[in-house]
């Protein structure tokens, strides 16, 4: 029987001065300090009030640098990317983990024995995953955030009471696949309770994917045509004619908080049509389940964008976190010119910045993205897997670019004011400094 371990190994001590030296930014904790933004040399860079790294994400690098240090002797595998930052993933790789699956992919599961170690990532893994380590007899170190277990929790929910989950979510993201797994009502082992029977599920990514399950809720339609559409996203045996009668919404946490809401009152509104109010509570059910992270860095995101647009926004992260591609979306939404980097070398110059568009697989090379503005003001975010050292990287380059003496920068920076901070601010600053202690 493999062991399954869901917490720290109390070795943050140990862990802590890596970390700090890994992934901290001096800069970046003093513009949190000093009001998040700095103007020097004609140019302004602006932070968004909540960015970067999230408490889950920091409980999972945690504890994979613990289990590293705990284990110095074993193997450990990891099942997919840790997070979707290619920095962190790549520090994981030199400290000798494998990983199962993702673009860093250098083991298999069949290779796994009881003598080595299993880390489930911040997403967490599927139950067939789960089960396939627990026959090895491997041990267990399950990082997976509390905000996407809830989200399990109710799909699970949505099996026993018959209801088919319909969850907004990517389909090939490692999130939404575990998540998927809990929606068919099987347990995984460890966390769960089989429900006994085959729960039911079906991932539309957006609000046009979601209109067309609407409109077959209220009107019918083509069979075969819904299948081939969600071939990837429904559960096995799925049949749309007869399991559209009752939908418990779900999603994957960090899609764009907007969205899913106007997902559940579409699905609602589709289902009064059909059934009438009365019947619709029978019928259908939901759940906010955007965590409070993605919740937090969009509402910043929104706040910088009314206030003082910025003349262009800078978005970093990996190009496969869905939450940080949602922030990019965000600003392009408000005709912004919006940026979504992955690192300070993509500013190349002031006239060339290589980043990834919004839904493309490559990077591509833009040129003239510099404002004209003759003291521009530049909005810097980072979503929920980016290390501040990058976002600090990133911040330096721009003042950089802009031909500012970085010491003499630096040192505007040290002398800013710093403001009063509300009780909340204090409570938000401790909580982020997790990684200094
Ligand atoms: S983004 Fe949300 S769900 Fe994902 S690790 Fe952070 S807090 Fe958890």
Redesign the pocket.
């Given at each position: 029987m493999a062991d399954y371990h869901r917490k720290y190994f109390g070795l943050k001590k140990e862990v802590a001065p890596v970390l700090e030296g890994t992934y901290a930014s001096r800069l970046v904790d003093l513009l949190r300090l000093k009001g998040y933004e700095v103007a020097f040399g004609g140019l302004t860079v602006k932070l968004a009030k909540e960015f970067g790294f999230?408490?889950?994400?920091e409980r999972?690098i945690q504890m994979a640098y613990e289990t590293r240090r705990m284990f110095p002797h074993k193997r450990i595998f990891i099942t997919a990317e840790i997070?979707h930052n290619a920095y962190v993933n790549k520090q994981l790789v030199e400290m000798g983990c494998i990983f199962l699956n993702g673009q860093y992919k250098n083991g298999n599961f069949e290779n796994i024995t009881a003598d080595d170690v299993v880390i489930l990532p911040?997403?967490g893994a599927s139950v067939e995953e789960i089960e396939e380590i627990k026959k090895k007899g491997a041990f267990i170190v399950d990082s997976t955030?509390?905000?996407?277990v809830s989200v399990w929790n109710n799909v699970h929910r949505y099996a026993k009471d018959d209801f088919t989950s319909l969850i907004h979510g990517k389909y090939s993201h490692e999130e939404t696949i575990a998540t998927a797994s809990r929606a068919t009502g099987k347990a995984d082992g460890y966390t769960g309770i089989d429900v006994g029977k085959q729960g039911k599920y079906l991932i539309v990514r957006d609000m046009d994917e979601a209109k067309y399950v609407c409109e077959y809720i209220i009107r019918g339609g083509d069979r075969d045509e819904f299948l081939k559409k969600f071939k990837h996203g429904t559960s096995v045996g799925f049949d749309p004619d007869r399991d559209l009668e009752r939908i418990g919404v779900a999603n994957q946490?960090?899609m764009l908080s907007s969205e899913t809401l106007a997902i559940q009152g579409a699905v609602r509104a589709a289902f009064v049509q059909k059934y009438g109010e009365a019947e619709t509570q029978q019928r259908v059910r939901s759940a906010d389940t955007i965590?409070?992270?993605?919740q937090d860095r969009q509402d910043a995101m929104g706040e910088m964008l009314q206030r003082r647009r910025p003349d262009v926004m800078i978005v970093i992260g990996g190009y496969n976190s869905s939450?940080t591609g949602h922030l990019a979306e965000m600003g392009i939404e408000k005709g912004v010119p919006t940026y979504h980097i992955d690192d300070g070398t993509c500013l190349m110059s002031k006239n060339e910045i290589r980043h990834q568009p919004i839904g493309a697989k490559e990077n591509v090379v833009t040129e003239n993205w510099w404002p004209r503005s003759a003291e521009p003001l530049i909005g810097i975010t980072a979503g929920?897997s980016t290390p501040n050292n990058k976002i600090g990287d990133v911040f330096v380059r721009l003042f950089e670019l802009n031909g500012a003496d970085l010491d003499e920068m630096m040192a505007s920076v040290e002398a800013l004011p710093t403001p009063e901070l509300t009780e909340e601010e204090k409570r938000k600053l401790e909580r982020m400094k997790i990684l200094h202690h």
């Amino acid at each position: 029987m493999a062991d399954y371990h869901r917490k720290y190994f109390g070795l943050k001590k140990e862990v802590a001065p890596v970390l700090e030296g890994t992934y901290a930014s001096r800069l970046v904790d003093l513009l949190r300090l000093k009001g998040y933004e700095v103007a020097f040399g004609g140019l302004t860079v602006k932070l968004a009030k909540e960015f970067g790294f999230c408490v889950g994400v920091e409980r999972s690098i945690q504890m994979a640098y613990e289990t590293r240090r705990m284990f110095p002797h074993k193997r450990i595998f990891i099942t997919a990317e840790i997070i979707h930052n290619a920095y962190v993933n790549k520090q994981l790789v030199e400290m000798g983990c494998i990983f199962l699956n993702g673009q860093y992919k250098n083991g298999n599961f069949e290779n796994i024995t009881a003598d080595d170690v299993v880390i489930l990532p911040a997403f967490g893994a599927s139950v067939e995953e789960i089960e396939e380590i627990k026959k090895k007899g491997a041990f267990i170190v399950d990082s997976t955030c509390g905000a996407v277990v809830s989200v399990w929790n109710n799909v699970h929910r949505y099996a026993k009471d018959d209801f088919t989950s319909l969850i907004h979510g990517k389909y090939s993201h490692e999130e939404t696949i575990a998540t998927a797994s809990r929606a068919t009502g099987k347990a995984d082992g460890y966390t769960g309770i089989d429900v006994g029977k085959q729960g039911k599920y079906l991932i539309v990514r957006d609000m046009d994917e979601a209109k067309y399950v609407c409109e077959y809720i209220i009107r019918g339609g083509d069979r075969d045509e819904f299948l081939k559409k969600f071939k990837h996203g429904t559960s096995v045996g799925f049949d749309p004619d007869r399991d559209l009668e009752r939908i418990g919404v779900a999603n994957q946490t960090t899609m764009l908080s907007s969205e899913t809401l106007a997902i559940q009152g579409a699905v609602r509104a589709a289902f009064v049509q059909k059934y009438g109010e009365a019947e619709t509570q029978q019928r259908v059910r939901s759940a906010d389940t955007i965590c409070s992270a993605t919740q937090d860095r969009q509402d910043a995101m929104g706040e910088m964008l009314q206030r003082r647009r910025p003349d262009v926004m800078i978005v970093i992260g990996g190009y496969n976190s869905s939450n940080t591609g949602h922030l990019a979306e965000m600003g392009i939404e408000k005709g912004v010119p919006t940026y979504h980097i992955d690192d300070g070398t993509c500013l190349m110059s002031k006239n060339e910045i290589r980043h990834q568009p919004i839904g493309a697989k490559e990077n591509v090379v833009t040129e003239n993205w510099w404002p004209r503005s003759a003291e521009p003001l530049i909005g810097i975010t980072a979503g929920a897997s980016t290390p501040n050292n990058k976002i600090g990287d990133v911040f330096v380059r721009l003042f950089e670019l802009n031909g500012a003496d970085l010491d003499e920068m630096m040192a505007s920076v040290e002398a800013l004011p710093t403001p009063e901070l509300t009780e909340e601010e204090k409570r938000k600053l401790e909580r982020m400094k997790i990684l200094h202690h």
